[in-house]
């Protein structure tokens, strides 16, 4: 993973504009402690920070090749590609020639290649901008679910990007200013936020599935290459199950690429034990096991935990029950609340804009202590937005109301704002016209029950406007650590499929995710299977609480 930048503007000459270059390329240090490198040529500046996990010593960036008639093309990437190896034999049988064995080098030459046609042969996260120097044109392109981050501002003829916001707001022609609507996003909508929307005047960020170019007649309107879309799932139970097991399982696997320590995020819930199953299986499989693991734990939990409607149980002895039966390597981060507290400044300044306060600096930390030895980690994110895990899935007061089932608080919420302020920002009209949107959008299957249909747009709202909150706090609280965190529950070969499995079946016996529990018999011990869904642990300690006031 890495951290990348630039800067085209047709009325400048970059070679005068390396101080503001170099101001963004270090703001992104974080992302990259492994190499800073630029390439700066007429009204083109591109910068790149490399964290190296595949190819150290040939997959250098910012990656220049020839194109057809030799001008330079020239690639800034951050990612990873799953699918390296296909691609790589397609484009060798096209008579492509490879100096490197890294994914960096396929993006480039699938460009040279396909042009503006090659993101949908990619798979993997990623967000990358190629500068084309015969064209006079840069093309970016962002992974489907949007696990990877690209922001971009226009300013004059010119156009600045990075991949967080404070790579931006390094370059003094992007001014922090954040107006009305900005604020609505942070202050009513968030932590969700609309996509693509960069809180900051005039910034913008590349919406999940997009792309976009770049030319001297200005910016053309970026568009999707990849989309949900709803069919009739074809599947009877025991076939869904299994394809469900068999996609998963390839996702995990493919993405135990790594020429660096690798490891898992282990919680004992579903997700995070399903992850670590196959993988562990899968590394002693190649020979490169024991897998390393690594759980969170907070001081004082055996003795303040008490039962909510959220938290049925303590994560800690699930955690035991996965190690002891898949002998990984394990290690129990412990944090207590003077240094939970004083990492929520890191943390805010590492994700830009407000996001989950406590939940955001225990990452940071937890990240922090696993990069020690690991660089990249496999995490179970995003299962709860695609298999409908959520409670407010369950609860037919959150499925009923005219909401954002995870934001039925409004009007409590907009209590807190000043009258000048709700004024305004009009809280409750803003998510209101959001809501609309985001419903305007869900891609409808003609003829599905009215439940049906509702869930369809639940599980729409979860996977547009809710997972990228926590994909975004992944990547940017990992990231703040130069830790590579991997998500195989975005592939999106599985998200595809699962999109259009009816709910009567993702909620089989009444269960939540059922099908994937079902899918995961025979892959994790039957009371794990059983277990209900824990939320991203939180401290108990009631110190945490006094510390804060």
Not at 18 to 39: K, N, Q, Y
Not at 238 to 259: H, N, P
Not at 451 to 472: G, S
Not at 506 to 527: F, H, M, N, T, Y
């Amino acid at each position: 993973m890495c951290g990348i930048a630039g800067w085209v503007d047709f009325d400048a000459q970059m070679e005068r504009q390396e101080p503001a270059l170099l101001a963004m390329r270090e703001a992104l240090a974080c992302r990259g402690p492994d190499a800073a490198t630029s390439w700066v040529q007429g009204p083109v500046g591109l910068v790149h920070r490399r964290l190296v996990v595949v190819d150290p010593t040939a997959g250098g960036q910012p990656m220049t090749r020839p194109g057809p008639n030799g001008e330079p093309v020239v690639l800034v990437y951050n990612g990873e590609l799953y699918n390296t190896p296909d691609v790589r034999q397609d484009l060798q049988s096209r008579g492509h020639r490879f100096h490197s064995y890294s994914d960096t080098e396929v993006v480039l030459r699938s460009y040279l290649q396909w042009g503006e046609d090659c993101p949908p042969r990619l798979e993997g996260i990623f967000a990358f901008a190629v500068w084309d120097q015969a064209r006079q044109r840069l093309f970016a392109a962002r992974d489907r679910l949007g696990v990877k981050p690209l922001f971009y501002a226009l300013r004059g003829r010119g156009l600045v990007f990075a991949s967080e916001l404070k790579g931006l707001l390094a370059n003094p022609v992007v001014q922090p200013d954040v107006d009305a609507e900005g604020l609505a996003e942070v202050l009513a909508l968030g932590p969700a936020r609309t996509p693509g929307h960069g809180i900051f005047r005039g910034v913008e960020e590349l919406r999940s599935g997009y792309q976009m170019t770049f030319d001297r007649s200005g910016l053309h309107t970026p568009r999707a290459y990849w989309r949900l879309e709803s069919h009739e799932h074809p599947d009877g139970l025991g076939r869904t199950a299994e394809t469900v097991r068999d996609l998963l399982s390839g996702a995990i696997q493919r993405q135990l690429v790594s020429d660096v320590p690798l490891s898992t995020l282990l919680s004992g819930g579903l997700d995070s034990s399903a992850v670590t199953a196959v993988a562990a299986r899968e590394m002693a499989r190649q020979g490169r096991g024991p897998l390393r693991t690594y759980s969170l734990e907070f001081a004082g939990t055996s003795r303040d935990f008490a039962p909510t409607r959220y938290y049925a149980d303590p994560d800690a002895p699930w955690v035991e029950r996965m190690v002891q039966e898949l002998g990984t390597d394990h290690r129990t981060i412990l944090l207590d609340t003077p240094e939970q507290a004083s990492a929520l400044e890191h943390a805010v300044r590492a994700r830009d804009v407000p996001g989950l306060a406590d939940v955001d600096s225990s990452l940071l930390l937890f990240c922090r202590e696993v990069r020690r030895e690991s660089t990249v980690a496999l995490s179970g994110e995003a299962a709860d937005e695609v298999f409908g895990g959520y409670p407010w899935c369950h609860w037919q007061e959150s499925v009923a109301a005219q909401t954002f089932p995870w934001a039925t608080n409004t009007a409590w919420r907009a209590r807190i704002l000043s009258p000048e302020a709700r004024a305004v920002l009009a809280p409750e009209r803003y998510i209101a016209e959001r809501y609309a949107q985001a419903l305007s959008e869900v891609p409808r299957l003609s003829g599905e029950a009215p439940e049906e249909a509702r869930m369809r747009e639940i599980l729409y709202l979860n996977i547009t406007r809710f997972l990228p909150t926590l994909l975004d706090r992944k990547d940017r609280m990992s990231m703040a650590v130069s830790l590579e965190v991997r998500v195989p529950f975005c592939d999106h070969h599985l998200v595809e499929y699962v999109w259009n499995i009816p709910w009567h079946m993702k909620a089989w016996q009444g269960e939540s995710k059922g099908i994937l529990r079902l899918a995961l018999e025979g892959v994790l011990p039957p009371d794990v299977l059983r277990r209900k869904k824990v939320p991203y642990p939180r401290t108990f300690n009631p110190t945490y609480l006094a510390t804060m006031r």
